[in-house]
């Protein structure tokens, strides 16, 4: 395929949203309808409607959630779902010379997206495990804060006083250690993805230092891998503000096998990293 393809991946939390909005001021095209802003992300997320309702349909037709956050990534799509995609590619490729996209549960795909688009780059974003899976937390807060403000009177009472100051704890308890193996299936997909692809191929940033180095990703766009872009100054668009406190969620891991495992494929993608 002739067109100049980027694949924007990462885990949910990662900075997937700041990392496209980015790009998209620099000139890329990344779809033509966006998901709208939601809670935990003010700023839009920059998701491909096309590719977000897509990814949702088929991981639904695999009985998963499609919210995407489970711990396997697909094993297979039917004929029908290979279609399907195919032809969103075609629609995509179509339309742009240079484009590309977002949505975390692109990780869940990445098998099929090496087959039909061989010669697409990647663009990875890591962020540590600790911070994602505190950010998944915080996010889950945040919508029950949101919930009860918006009740009022009395149950919006209930919540100031008796729920509030109990529910982060509640939270860590229930999906600490979920949400951890989550962020190994993901981060072990993309390292399992990029090991069997030729260096030239991706690009992988890590999350804390995006903000001073984002000019080397932008050069290595435009000098290497061609893409005709404008350098839009990255700094107008990150705000440290927006990042949640980060939480110790530690404790809450009942296996600590889990938590050497995080560590051990956050070291390795570390390591091909900026």
Not at 30 to 57: P, S
Request: with cysteine.
């Amino acid at each position: 395929m002739s067109n100049n393809v980027l694949i924007i991946t990462g885990m949910h939390r990662s900075g997937t949203s700041l990392l496209t909005q980015w790009l998209y001021r620099c000139g890329l095209h990344m779809g033509n309808q966006f998901l709208e802003a939601g809670i935990g992300n003010t700023q839009g997320h920059y998701e491909d409607v096309d590719f977000y309702n897509y990814h949702q349909r088929v991981l639904s037709e695999h009985d998963l959630n499609k919210d995407g956050l489970v711990t396997t990534p697909l094993q297979s799509l039917s004929e029908a779902q290979q279609q399907s995609l195919r032809r969103l590619i075609r629609e995509k490729a179509a339309s742009q010379v240079q484009w590309g996209w977002k949505d975390p549960r692109t990780c869940l795909f990445l098998p099929f997206y090496r087959e039909v688009l061989p010669d697409a780059r990647y663009l990875v974003i890591l962020r540590d495990y600790k911070s994602v899976v505190s950010s998944l937390i915080q996010r889950r807060y945040a919508e029950s804060v949101h919930k009860y403000e918006r009740k009022g009177g009395l149950p919006r009472l209930i919540w100031k006083h008796c729920k509030a100051p109990y529910r982060k704890e509640k939270l860590l308890r229930k999906h600490s250690e979920h949400n951890l193996k989550v962020w190994i299936s993901y981060n072990e997909a993309i390292l399992q993805h990029l090991l069997q692809l030729p260096p030239s191929a991706y690009l992988v940033v890590d999350h804390a230092f995006l903000a001073n180095c984002n000019r080397k990703v932008f050069d290595h766009l435009s000098a290497t891998w061609n893409f005709r872009l404008d350098y839009y100054n990255f700094n107008t668009l990150y705000k440290k503000s927006l990042i949640s406190e980060r939480l110790d969620i530690t404790s809450y891991i009942k296996d600590p096998s889990l938590l050497q495992k995080a560590a051990d494929i956050q070291c390795r993608l570390q390591a091909l990293a900026l």
